[in-house]
């Protein structure tokens, strides 16, 4: 008799990575992977062994993304004064890290910033993606029959992200900004197999670990900003961010497609509510669209409020979102067959491998951090910590950022 399952609910693009294929687990370790024993890979891609590309291509995209890029605008910004027919700079200081402000940094200047990263991934819908495993009804290999359970199956990949961002204030509504993040990821892979004590297989009963590291550029990105309204109480500008695809994708350093982002950016003016303290709220909304897969990509929006002190230093809070639209591959993706009456396997079914179920993600983000004038109203430090709030997808733990940057 043979058991069907219900269809799964609803993905992602992040871990696609782990399985849509019956045969993950025994191709992974079957083909290259075992064949190379010890020896270095080519790269974090050649782990997963030549069969799954589509698999690789899924992780790598999912984890471009959810790389943090900082936002372009600079802590300074210059307005011209009619009085003076001069440049000035404004005193406050911006303190979003993440959330975009519509106002330019100011026609003829430049800000600099060099800032750096820790991203640790360690889970996936909640799971932690290195302790992983499936030891319910065994897993049957369509290829041969045999069917297996999985102990363990560990993925780690941390990456230390340095970001080097260059803005130019074109006219006094507009600025364009080149920003390049170089990675050095660390990848690990750890598997452990069980099968019928007649059968013996790579990693059975002992645990496999393959690593490899890698050091190259990430993903390009170049922004635009355009300030289209300078009201008393209000700014607004729209933004334009181009990302191409120059990071290397089987090291899951970058997305390999040409994405385009239409943004909105707006706050209002400085409010005061105290004695040298103010506060400014920001919105930024728009898209994120992958033109090699329209389905696969996401709206963005993010809040935020400064609070700004003595001119000094400014504290920021923000909540950030990312909605993708629509699941990467069918409901079933996570979906293998399934021994009921292992070893014979005449009885069969289906259900997600490691439980996991293949759903739409929303991203939910807490950020919190500072800038703070250290020099001679050219040179700012900031620091901040990007805190994940739910569980859909690929996701890190906590995220430190520290920087510096200097306008001129």
């Given amino acids: 008799m043979t058991t069907t399952r219900p269809p799964a609910q609803t993905p992602h693009a992040s871990l696609t990575a782990l399985a849509p294929l019956a045969t993950l687990l025994i191709l992974l370790l079957l083909e290259e992977a075992v064949v190379a024993g010890t020896a270095r890979a080519a790269s974090f891609a050649d782990l997963f062994g030549s069969r799954l590309s589509l698999i690789r291509d899924a992780f790598a995209t999912s984890v471009a993304r959810s790389l943090p890029v900082t936002a372009a605008s600079p802590g300074f910004v210059y307005t011209f004064d009619p009085a003076t027919g001069a440049y000035e700079r404004e005193t406050a200081i911006a303190g979003q890290l ?12 430049w800000n600099a910033t060099l800032n750096y990263q820790r991203v640790d991934f360690d889970a996936f819908n909640g799971a932690d993606i290195d ?49 390049l993040p170089v990675l050095e990821s660390k990848f690990r892979l750890r598997l452990r197999l069980d099968t019928p004590n007649n059968v013996t297989v790579p990693c059975q009963r002992a645990v496999c670990t393959f690593r490899d590291e890698a050091l190259g550029t990430g993903d390009t990105f170049l922004r635009g900003r355009y300030r289209f309204f300078h009201g008393d109480w209000v700014h607004a ?63 963005r929006w993010g809040v935020g409020l400064d609070a700004g002190l003595r001119d000094r230093i400014t504290l920021a809070l923000a909540l950030l979102g990312r909605h993708q639209f629509q699941r990467a591959g069918s ?27 293949n759903q739409r993600p929303d991203f939910y ?38 920087g510096i940057e200097a306008t001129l």
């Fill in 98 to 109: 993440y959330l975009e402000r519509p106002d330019p940094v100011g026609k003829g200047r």
């Fill in 131 to 179: 302790t992983l495993h499936d030891v319910r009804s065994p897993i049957r290999d369509p290829t041969t029959g045999v069917p297996f359970t999985v102990p363990l199956l560990g993925l780690e990949l941390a990456t230390n992200e340095f970001t080097a961002s260059a803005t130019y204030g074109v006219t006094d509504d507009l600025d364009l900004n080149l920003t």
């Fill in 237 to 299: 500008a729209a933004g334009l961010v181009l990302r191409f695809p120059t990071g290397n994708e089987d090291n899951f350093q970058g997305g390999g497609v040409f994405e385009v982002a239409p943004l909105l950016y707006a706050s209002t003016r400085r409010i005061p509510v105290g004695a040298g303290v103010h506060v400014q709220p920001y919105v930024n909304a728009g898209m994120n669209l992958d033109t090699g897969d329209v389905g696969q990509s996401e709206g």
């Fill in 331 to 357: 409901a079933e993706a996570f979906d293998v067959e399934r021994c009921l009456n292992p070893p014979s396997c005449t009885e069969r079914g289906r259900a997600p491998l490691f439980g996991l179920e």
């Fill in 365 to 402: 983000d807490l950020s919190v951090g500072l800038r703070f004038n250290v020099w001679g109203d050219v040179l700012i430090m900031y620091a901040n910590v990007l805190v994940p709030l739910n569980d859909d997808g690929l996701r890190a733990e906590v995220i430190p950022l520290a």
